[in-house]
Antibody, heavy 124, light 107 residues
Framework: EVQLVESGGGLVQPGGSLRLSCTAS????????MHWVRQATGRGLEWVSG???????YYSGSVKGRFTISRENAKNSLYLQMNSLRAGDTAVYYC??????????????????WGQGTMVTVSS | DIQMTQSPSTLSASIGDRVTITCRAS??????LAWYQQKPGKAPNLLIY???TLENGVPSRFSGSGSGTEFTLTISSLQPDDFATYYC?????????FGQGTKVEIK
Protein backbone atom coordinates (compact mmCIF):
# COMPACT_ATOMS: atom_id res chain seq x y z
CA GLU A 1 0.00 0.00 0.00
CA VAL A 2 1.28 3.48 -0.89
CA GLN A 3 1.95 5.21 2.41
CA LEU A 4 3.36 8.30 4.10
CA VAL A 5 4.31 8.27 7.77
CA GLU A 6 5.19 11.45 9.67
CA SER A 7 7.28 11.67 12.82
CA GLY A 8 9.10 14.23 14.92
CA GLY A 9 6.24 16.18 16.43
CA GLY A 10 6.12 17.15 20.08
CA LEU A 11 6.10 19.96 22.61
CA VAL A 12 8.54 22.82 22.09
CA GLN A 13 8.93 26.21 23.72
CA PRO A 14 8.35 29.44 21.78
CA GLY A 15 11.47 30.33 19.87
CA GLY A 16 12.55 26.71 19.72
CA SER A 17 13.14 24.36 16.80
CA LEU A 18 11.77 21.04 15.64
CA ARG A 19 12.40 18.81 12.64
CA LEU A 20 9.58 16.81 11.14
CA SER A 21 10.14 13.77 8.95
CA CYS A 22 7.90 11.97 6.49
CA THR A 23 8.84 8.55 5.18
CA ALA A 24 7.32 7.27 1.96
CA SER A 25 6.77 3.68 0.94
CA UNK A 26 5.51 1.71 -2.05
CA UNK A 27 6.09 4.41 -4.67
CA UNK A 28 9.08 6.02 -6.41
CA UNK A 29 9.47 8.95 -4.04
CA UNK A 30 12.00 10.84 -6.16
CA UNK A 31 9.50 11.32 -8.99
CA UNK A 32 6.88 13.25 -7.01
CA UNK A 33 6.49 16.76 -5.65
CA MET A 34 5.82 16.70 -1.91
CA HIS A 35 4.12 19.11 0.49
CA TRP A 36 3.45 19.93 4.12
CA VAL A 37 -0.04 21.01 5.20
CA ARG A 38 -1.04 21.91 8.75
CA GLN A 39 -4.28 22.14 10.70
CA ALA A 40 -4.72 23.87 14.04
CA THR A 41 -7.25 22.25 16.34
CA GLY A 42 -10.78 23.01 15.17
CA ARG A 43 -9.50 25.01 12.19
CA GLY A 44 -9.14 24.50 8.46
CA LEU A 45 -6.29 23.24 6.33
CA GLU A 46 -3.31 25.49 5.66
CA TRP A 47 -0.69 24.74 3.02
CA VAL A 48 2.76 25.30 4.54
CA SER A 49 5.47 24.33 2.06
CA GLY A 50 6.21 22.28 -1.03
CA UNK A 51 9.25 20.82 -2.76
CA UNK A 52 9.44 19.73 -6.34
CA UNK A 53 10.94 16.51 -7.59
CA UNK A 54 13.79 18.67 -8.90
CA UNK A 55 14.32 20.24 -5.47
CA UNK A 56 12.63 23.62 -6.05
CA UNK A 57 11.04 24.89 -2.84
CA TYR A 58 7.99 26.98 -1.96
CA TYR A 59 6.67 28.45 1.29
CA SER A 60 3.63 30.17 2.66
CA GLY A 61 4.16 33.72 3.79
CA SER A 62 3.55 32.75 7.43
CA VAL A 63 6.55 30.39 7.58
CA LYS A 64 8.95 31.80 4.98
CA GLY A 65 12.33 32.49 6.55
CA ARG A 66 11.61 30.24 9.55
CA PHE A 67 10.86 26.83 8.02
CA THR A 68 12.97 24.86 5.54
CA ILE A 69 11.66 21.98 3.48
CA SER A 70 14.04 19.36 2.11
CA ARG A 71 14.06 15.83 0.78
CA GLU A 72 16.44 12.89 0.77
CA ASN A 73 15.42 10.65 -2.10
CA ALA A 74 17.84 7.86 -1.16
CA LYS A 75 15.94 7.52 2.12
CA ASN A 76 12.47 8.14 0.63
CA SER A 77 12.17 10.97 3.13
CA LEU A 78 10.76 14.47 3.32
CA TYR A 79 11.69 16.91 6.08
CA LEU A 80 10.48 20.17 7.55
CA GLN A 81 12.97 22.07 9.71
CA MET A 82 11.00 24.51 11.84
CA ASN A 83 12.87 27.33 13.61
CA SER A 84 11.73 30.32 15.66
CA LEU A 85 8.52 28.53 16.50
CA ARG A 86 5.51 30.49 17.69
CA ALA A 87 2.27 29.57 19.44
CA GLY A 88 0.50 30.08 16.12
CA ASP A 89 2.48 27.19 14.62
CA THR A 90 0.70 24.75 16.93
CA ALA A 91 -1.09 22.27 14.68
CA VAL A 92 -1.20 18.79 13.25
CA TYR A 93 1.28 18.67 10.38
CA TYR A 94 0.53 16.41 7.43
CA CYS A 95 2.83 15.47 4.59
CA UNK A 96 1.13 14.95 1.26
CA UNK A 97 2.08 13.73 -2.19
CA UNK A 98 1.16 15.61 -5.33
CA UNK A 99 -0.16 12.87 -7.58
CA UNK A 100 1.65 13.73 -10.81
CA UNK A 101 4.60 11.49 -11.72
CA UNK A 102 7.09 14.11 -12.94
CA UNK A 103 8.86 11.61 -15.21
CA UNK A 104 5.85 10.25 -17.09
CA UNK A 105 3.74 13.41 -16.36
CA UNK A 106 0.84 11.05 -15.71
CA UNK A 107 -1.43 12.19 -12.90
CA UNK A 108 -2.37 15.51 -11.35
CA UNK A 109 -0.85 17.93 -8.84
CA UNK A 110 -3.70 17.55 -6.35
CA UNK A 111 -2.71 15.79 -3.12
CA UNK A 112 -3.62 12.14 -3.58
CA UNK A 113 -1.75 10.57 -0.66
CA TRP A 114 -1.60 11.97 2.89
CA GLY A 115 0.15 10.85 6.04
CA GLN A 116 -1.66 10.42 9.34
CA GLY A 117 -0.23 13.65 10.74
CA THR A 118 2.09 14.58 13.61
CA MET A 119 1.18 17.05 16.36
CA VAL A 120 3.36 20.06 17.04
CA THR A 121 2.63 22.07 20.19
CA VAL A 122 4.44 25.34 20.83
CA SER A 123 3.96 26.37 24.43
CA SER A 124 5.93 27.44 27.48
CA ASP B 1 -2.21 35.01 -2.97
CA ILE B 2 -5.40 33.48 -4.33
CA GLN B 3 -8.14 33.50 -1.71
CA MET B 4 -10.64 30.63 -1.74
CA THR B 5 -14.09 31.21 -0.22
CA GLN B 6 -16.50 28.36 0.39
CA SER B 7 -20.22 28.58 1.05
CA PRO B 8 -21.97 27.67 3.14
CA SER B 9 -19.69 27.15 6.15
CA THR B 10 -22.13 24.66 7.61
CA LEU B 11 -24.85 22.69 5.90
CA SER B 12 -27.56 20.60 7.55
CA ALA B 13 -29.00 17.87 5.36
CA SER B 14 -30.80 14.54 5.49
CA ILE B 15 -29.93 11.16 4.02
CA GLY B 16 -30.85 11.15 0.35
CA ASP B 17 -30.63 14.93 -0.08
CA ARG B 18 -28.84 16.54 -2.98
CA VAL B 19 -26.09 18.75 -1.56
CA THR B 20 -24.13 21.50 -3.30
CA ILE B 21 -21.08 23.34 -1.96
CA THR B 22 -19.66 26.37 -3.72
CA CYS B 23 -16.06 27.53 -3.87
CA ARG B 24 -15.07 30.92 -5.26
CA ALA B 25 -11.52 32.01 -6.09
CA SER B 26 -10.30 35.60 -5.89
CA UNK B 27 -8.68 35.12 -9.30
CA UNK B 28 -8.83 32.50 -11.99
CA UNK B 29 -7.42 29.09 -11.17
CA UNK B 30 -8.29 27.60 -14.56
CA UNK B 31 -9.33 24.05 -13.74
CA UNK B 32 -6.64 23.47 -11.13
CA LEU B 33 -9.09 22.96 -8.31
CA ALA B 34 -9.42 19.98 -5.97
CA TRP B 35 -12.00 18.89 -3.41
CA TYR B 36 -11.15 16.94 -0.25
CA GLN B 37 -13.26 15.25 2.40
CA GLN B 38 -12.05 15.16 5.99
CA LYS B 39 -13.53 13.27 8.93
CA PRO B 40 -12.67 14.09 12.56
CA GLY B 41 -9.21 12.95 13.58
CA LYS B 42 -8.33 11.79 10.06
CA ALA B 43 -6.26 13.11 7.20
CA PRO B 44 -8.08 14.66 4.24
CA ASN B 45 -9.05 12.42 1.36
CA LEU B 46 -8.96 13.53 -2.29
CA LEU B 47 -12.38 13.38 -3.98
CA ILE B 48 -12.11 15.50 -7.15
CA TYR B 49 -9.18 16.98 -9.08
CA UNK B 50 -8.99 19.19 -12.16
CA UNK B 51 -12.32 20.62 -10.99
CA UNK B 52 -14.39 17.69 -12.28
CA THR B 53 -12.33 14.48 -12.40
CA LEU B 54 -13.35 11.87 -9.86
CA GLU B 55 -10.43 10.29 -7.98
CA ASN B 56 -10.21 6.48 -8.27
CA GLY B 57 -12.41 4.74 -5.73
CA VAL B 58 -14.60 7.76 -4.94
CA PRO B 59 -18.34 7.03 -5.25
CA SER B 60 -20.04 8.40 -8.35
CA ARG B 61 -22.55 10.36 -6.24
CA PHE B 62 -19.76 12.95 -5.91
CA SER B 63 -19.26 15.33 -8.81
CA GLY B 64 -17.45 18.59 -9.44
CA SER B 65 -17.94 21.36 -11.93
CA GLY B 66 -16.77 24.84 -12.79
CA SER B 67 -13.70 26.64 -14.03
CA GLY B 68 -12.03 29.99 -13.61
CA THR B 69 -13.28 31.43 -10.34
CA GLU B 70 -16.44 29.50 -9.48
CA PHE B 71 -16.66 25.82 -8.64
CA THR B 72 -19.18 23.44 -7.11
CA LEU B 73 -19.07 20.08 -5.40
CA THR B 74 -22.31 18.13 -5.58
CA ILE B 75 -23.34 15.02 -3.67
CA SER B 76 -26.30 13.63 -5.58
CA SER B 77 -27.79 11.58 -2.74
CA LEU B 78 -26.26 12.10 0.70
CA GLN B 79 -25.21 8.92 2.48
CA PRO B 80 -24.37 8.36 6.19
CA ASP B 81 -20.67 8.14 5.34
CA ASP B 82 -20.72 11.61 3.74
CA PHE B 83 -21.15 13.59 6.95
CA ALA B 84 -17.78 15.31 7.10
CA THR B 85 -16.00 18.57 6.32
CA TYR B 86 -15.20 19.41 2.71
CA TYR B 87 -12.40 21.67 1.47
CA CYS B 88 -11.60 23.11 -1.92
CA UNK B 89 -7.99 23.86 -2.87
CA UNK B 90 -6.41 25.76 -5.72
CA UNK B 91 -3.08 24.58 -7.08
CA UNK B 92 -2.54 26.93 -9.94
CA UNK B 93 -0.10 29.30 -8.26
CA UNK B 94 1.91 29.28 -5.07
CA UNK B 95 1.05 29.53 -2.29
CA UNK B 96 -1.48 26.76 -2.78
CA UNK B 97 -4.58 27.76 -0.78
CA PHE B 98 -7.60 26.00 0.73
CA GLY B 99 -11.11 27.19 1.34
CA GLN B 100 -12.16 27.51 4.99
CA GLY B 101 -14.21 24.31 4.81
CA THR B 102 -17.87 23.31 4.72
CA LYS B 103 -19.16 21.05 7.45
CA VAL B 104 -22.01 18.78 6.36
CA GLU B 105 -24.14 17.88 9.39
CA ILE B 106 -27.09 15.60 9.95
CA LYS B 107 -30.39 17.45 9.90
Amino acid sequence: EVQLVESGGGLVQPGGSLRLSCTASRFTFSRYDMHWVRQATGRGLEWVSGIGAAGDTYYSGSVKGRFTISRENAKNSLYLQMNSLRAGDTAVYYCARAGRDTVTTWGDDAFDIWGQGTMVTVSS
Amino acid sequence: DIQMTQSPSTLSASIGDRVTITCRASQSTGSRLAWYQQKPGKAPNLLIYKASTLENGVPSRFSGSGSGTEFTLTISSLQPDDFATYYCQQYTSYPWTFGQGTKVEIK
